[in-house]
């Protein structure tokens, strides 16, 4: 299957940056597209930002200005740089990828792990 492995999360102090990555691995034919999500305690997850084949891109409206996502094809690798960390901000941050394994197979969304993202005022 596709696997997902996000790092580069970690603790940091409001008004601070962080950048998280995650790499898709296996069996691919295709990616259209990767995002990130997140999820605190007693909430639902959330979409943060996600870029499509295309070019184009959606972010969340408190994240917007903020955080932008970028993508690296050859890689598969999807990044978040996020600036100008609020205490809101912190949360679980999960990778997501919709891929292809074949050519002829459909479309699934895979899951990463999850980094944690921790801001102190």
């Known amino acids: 299957q596709v696997q997902l492995v996000e790092s580069g999360g970690g603790l940091v102090q409001a008004g601070g940056s962080l950048r998280v990555s995650c790499t898709a691995s296996?069996?691919?034919?295709?990616?259209?597209?990767m995002g990130w999500y997140r999820q605190a305690p007693g909430k639902q997850r959330e979409l943060v930002a996600e870029t499509i084949d295309g070019g184009l891109t959606t972010y969340a409206d408190s994240v917007k200005g903020r955080f932008t996502i970028s993508r690296d094809n050859a890689k598969n690798t999807v990044y978040l740089q996020m600036n100008d960390l609020k205490v809101e901000d912190t949360a679980t941050y999960y990778c997501?990828?919709?891929?292809?394994?074949?050519?002829?197979?459909?479309?699934?969304?895979?899951w990463g792990q999850g980094t944690q993202v921790t801001v102190s005022s």
């Open positions: 296996g069996t691919i034919f295709s990616i259209s597209a």
């Open positions: 997501k990828s919709r891929a292809k394994r074949e050519r002829y197979y459909g479309y699934m969304d895979y």
